[in-house]
């Protein structure tokens, strides 16, 4: 190799390097071994980290930031088996050990199928939990005017309740989708096939205890209040008839 083709290849990798380090979302290199290489300014300070050296030596590797004791390895198993990027929603522990849900997108680098780019966005589970609370509080104030409306008036507001309706629905299914994948499709199936009889709330519940998450952590994250989940804990206790909280607990962390 001349030198004029190693500089130029030096200076390609600088400035690639510069351009990651500028991207506007935060990113993470990591090998297929899921050992970190790199993390870029936005990464660093969403997970609340001091420096970037402190990041790469605390962490290692992406399993222990990811939740869930295989969830980092499975993903980087499907990234490794398939040329499109993979789309996810996964939970991450930030180093001042909250938790945070976000939606991910990892690819192989084409030049070096060893490492992988991931880059990843916040996603807000209690926003979500605000709009559908305002859409409820909307629907009961509109229903107060049917008895002031003629008949073209009455119809109109009908269809604009529908309409409110079908954008309502998709909001929750769209929280009740994220409430279901953002544990591992294994631990998904695994816990519909021995809980068949808890609902949808509950199963997501189990998920996110699964992973030895507190019922703090998991109100934190998905917006409803620490009361409220533990009422469903209890519903769930009554439901599966485990003598304890704490043995069902195991029960759940087994899963994982």
Excluded at 191 to 219: R, V
Aim: charged share 20%; proline share 3%.
């Amino acid at each position: 190799m001349t030198s004029d083709t190693l500089n130029s290849k030096l200076t390609h990798q600088h400035s690639l390097s510069s351009m990651f380090q500028w991207m506007p979302a935060c990113a993470l290199i990591i090998d297929t071994n899921g050992i970190i290489q790199e993390v870029n300014q936005q990464a660093i300070k969403f997970f609340r980290a001091s420096t970037k050296e402190d990041f790469i030596f605390d962490k290692q590797n992406i399993n222990n930031i990811v939740l869930g004791s295989q969830r980092g390895m499975d993903l980087i198993n499907i990234i490794c088996r398939n040329t499109k990027p993979l789309n996810n929603e996964i939970l991450l522990r930030r180093f001042d050990k909250t938790i945070a849900s976000v939606e991910m997108i990892a690819g192989l680098f084409p030049d070096n199928p060893n490492h992988i780019l991931i880059q990843f966005t916040e996603t807000h589970t209690q926003s979500q939990a605000i709009i559908s609370e305002l859409s409820q509080v909307f629907r009961r104030e509109a229903q107060q005017l049917k008895p002031y409306l003629n008949k073209p008036g009455k119809e109109l507001l009908q269809n604009i309740l529908i309409n409110n309706v079908l954008e309502d629905t998709n909001i929750k299914e769209s929280k009740k989708r994220f409430q279901l994948d953002i544990v591992r499709e294994d631990l998904s199936i695994k816990l519909i096939e021995t809980f068949p009889f808890l609902s949808n709330n509950e199963l997501s519940l189990c998920g996110f205890l699964s992973l030895k998450m507190t019922i703090d952590e998991i109100s934190n994250l998905t917006g409803k209040s620490s009361n409220s989940l533990r009422v469903l804990f209890h519903r769930i206790l009554k439901k599966t008839n485990f003598p304890s909280g704490k043995s069902l607990l195991r029960k759940l962390e087994s899963f994982t």
